[in-house]
């Protein structure tokens, strides 16, 4: 997405700071893993896997396990920021991200240049474990944990990394939630100044 664009409503976002914060973006405000085309496009707009890789094993099972996996790291990080231990979640977490991920491979294209590909077709657990490793990583830098931050729109629950200067954002999206609450403050002023 580029700077200055708004997401569509309704479209597959990558902006909050980590793939598997990006997973738990895709049920809010609908359900966006609703196929295996929908996963299948989330998978490559996380870049766990180059466009075109054919994914063959990819069915509707996939899709209750990277929902699973989902529920489990909004679980962990919920409890990061709130203080409170998510250890049944976290158990879930540590047993995906044990499996061994996709293997990539440089190949040269027609015009010389070199792109990624996958050794071999993934598995399932693979790419689950790219993500649940992705979890791990973000949740034992400190670092990184201190930047969590959950959107404070009235009915927006994702999750994010605030890596913004002096660590003051708010919302997951200032062209979305932010714009909601800019728009909301401004009615409630016009009508303290019509009343």
């Known amino acids: 997405m580029a700077l200055g664009t708004a997401p569509a409503p309704y479209a597959l976002r990558f ?17 966006r893993l609703d196929s295996v085309r929908g996963l299948r496009a989330w998978l490559t707009g996380a870049g766990l896997v180059p466009p075109g890789a054919p994914l063959s094993g990819a069915d509707p099972g996939w899709l ?26 976290l158990e879930h977490v540590n047993a995906l991200a044990a499996a061994a991920p996709p293997a990539p491979r440089a190949v040269r294209t027609a015009d010389g240049t070199l792109t990624r590909v996958l050794r071999d077709d993934p598995a399932c657990a693979a790419l689950l474990a790219c993500v649940a490793r992705d979890a791990v990583d973000l949740l034992t830098d400190p670092a990184a944990r201190a930047l969590l931050r959950q959107c404070e729109g009235d009915t927006c629950p994702l999750l994010y990394l605030d890596t913004s200067r002096g660590h003051r954002r708010r919302w997951c ?6 714009n909601r609450e800019r728009v909301a403050r401004h009615r409630r002023r016009a009508a303290l100044t019509r009343a």
């Not at 209750?64 to 979640?89: K, M, N």
């Not at 999206?173 to 932010?178: A, D, I, L, Q, R």
């Open 15 to 31: 902006d909050s700071g980590r793939g598997c914060l990006d997973l738990v973006a895709t049920r809010h405000p609908v359900e």
């Open 173 to 178: 999206s200032s062209e979305v939630c932010g």
């Open 64 to 89: 209750t396990a990277f929902r699973e996996l989902r529920g489990y790291v909004e679980e962990l990080v919920l409890g990061e920021i709130e203080h409170r231990p998510a250890d049944g979640a």
